[in-house]
């Protein structure tokens, strides 16, 4: 028979769990700061969010080498911007890095075909990266990347570099137990948000932002010739960028002016993924914006917000189909691909000439640096990306605000006794 105090007990918690009920319902919304630790607090969404979105941010960051002048705290304000862009716009940072996959496929395949078979994608990161420096006889030294080294060893004005990839590694700023701590942390994330979806409580849009974050972070001898950047200009001129000549353009500073470069752009725009690296890109900034559009029929506190939510989750949606459809048809008709297509339908004989000519030809039209960016580039640019950042700043901001009034559920812990198969 059970004692009085035990009794007193059992019917103090039965009050207590129909107290919470009633209260964290999804027919309610609960207004302020909710405390821990009996139920997930307010505290708890926001801390888990942001240490996600930091430590995302942060490792799947890799920076080119800086400058030798580079004091620290220049290095660490620029690591600090990027991983501001890689919050505000984590595409972007996606985007770069698949186009330093392209140009490392590039470099590897250029380099075996002068039958240096060492030559790995480890390398061609090395050297996209600024981790060569040329020392010149009669000037100062600066940055190569891998397509200008590879055309000072065909031209044999440098030797080969003997560096095997595991000297690469030693010299790699990653750490690998934050990566695991990273892995963890996002995975638990993932699960988190499809276990509450099951059980029908509600996601917060901070842990959607979150969420969209993560998917996105799953790079001897004097010229007589004019020369922008460095003396290798000709061969490639480590741009176009956004600081090299978007900045230059709206008149703004630009990167320090010491000529030669001392350290390559990091945001230097990135070459035209082709293959996997395209599809990849498609699919992720697809899945980014997308994720955002999951949140339409999300109960905000109250309705111009959930208004304005579906508009900019539509507005990113949007632009990034639209991009990809023009970047499409762009990219096909620099590939031929839709004269192949003319060819193979309308005459077939034309198609062996066609595709020899496409092997011959150089495999993008190259433009001086300093003929971008055109003004028609800017003008069409520019209100699209303006608008893609009020959209974006407006899906941050409203992370934040909803917390102030949120759907009752949201205060729910997960039950992992669910999942567990039971008699």
């Given at each position: 028979m059970p004692h009085r105090g035990q009794l007193g007990l059992t019917f103090t918690l039965t009050i207590f769990v129909a107290i919470c009920v009633q209260v964290f319902s999804s027919t309610t919304r609960v207004n302020g700061w909710v405390n821990q630790p009996n139920y997930r607090g307010t505290f708890d969404i926001i801390w888990t969010n942001l240490v996600t979105i930091f430590i995302s941010t942060y490792t799947m960051l890799c920076l080119n080498v800086p400058a030798a002048a580079d004091t620290y705290l220049r290095r660490t304000f620029r690591r600090f911007l990027w991983m501001c862009l890689g919050i505000l716009g984590p595409e972007f940072p996606l985007t770069y890095a698949a186009g330093q996959w392209s140009r490392a496929k590039h470099s590897v395949a250029a380099f075996r075909a002068l039958g240096y078979d060492d030559w790995h994608m480890r390398h061609a990161f090395f050297a996209d990266m600024g981790g060569f420096t040329l020392h010149p006889k009669d000037g100062p030294p600066f940055p190569l990347n891998a397509t200008q080294l590879h055309w000072l060893v065909e031209n044999r004005f440098v030797t080969y570099p003997r560096i095997s990839r595991q000297d690469i590694e030693d010299k790699s700023k990653q750490d690998t137990f934050t990566k695991v701590i990273t892995a963890f942390q996002v995975g638990y994330l993932i699960i988190q948000c499809v276990a509450r979806a099951i059980q029908g409580l509600a996601i917060t849009t901070l842990e959607l932002n979150a969420l969209a974050i993560v998917v996105c972070s799953l790079?001897?001898?004097?010229?007589?010739?004019?020369?922008?950047?460095?003396?290798?200009?000709?061969?490639?001129?480590?741009?176009?960028?956004?600081?090299?000549?978007?900045?230059?353009?709206?008149?703004?500073?630009?990167?320090?002016?010491n000529r030669p470069i001392q350290?390559?752009?990091?945001?230097?725009?990135?070459?035209?993924?082709?293959?996997?690296?395209?599809?990849?890109?498609?699919?992720?900034?697809?899945?980014?914006?997308?994720?955002?559009?999951?949140?339409?029929?999300?109960?905000?506190?109250?309705?111009?917000?959930?208004?304005?939510?579906?508009?900019?989750?539509?507005?990113?949606?949007?632009?990034?189909?639209?991009?990809?459809?023009?970047?499409?048809?762009?990219?096909?008709?620099?590939?031929?691909?839709?004269k192949t297509i003319y060819l193979y339908i309308f005459n077939r004989s034309g198609l062996e000439e066609h595709w020899m000519r496409m092997v011959r030809r150089t495999p993008t039209a190259r433009r001086e640096s300093h003929q971008l960016p055109l003004p028609w580039e800017f003008a069409s640019i520019a209100p699209l990306a303006f608008t893609y950042g009020l959209a974006r700043f407006y899906l941050i901001a409203e992370a934040f605000a909803e917390l102030r009034n949120l759907q009752g559920t949201a205060y729910v812990n997960v039950d992992w006794t669910y999942f567990i198969p039971h008699a």
């Open positions: 790079s001897e001898m004097t010229l007589d010739r004019p020369w922008s950047l460095t003396p290798l200009d000709f061969i490639d001129e480590n741009g176009p960028g956004y600081s090299v000549n978007v900045q230059p353009f709206m008149k703004m500073p630009v990167i320090p002016a350290m390559i752009p990091n945001d230097r725009f990135p070459m035209n993924p082709y293959g996997i690296q395209e599809y990849f890109l498609c699919f992720a900034t697809m899945v980014y914006t997308a994720i955002h559009v999951a949140g339409w029929s999300f109960d905000f506190p109250s309705h111009i917000e959930r208004v304005l939510w579906r508009v900019s989750s539509l507005v990113l949606f949007g632009i990034t189909v639209a991009f990809w459809v023009f970047e499409t048809t762009a990219s096909w008709t620099r590939l031929g691909r839709w």
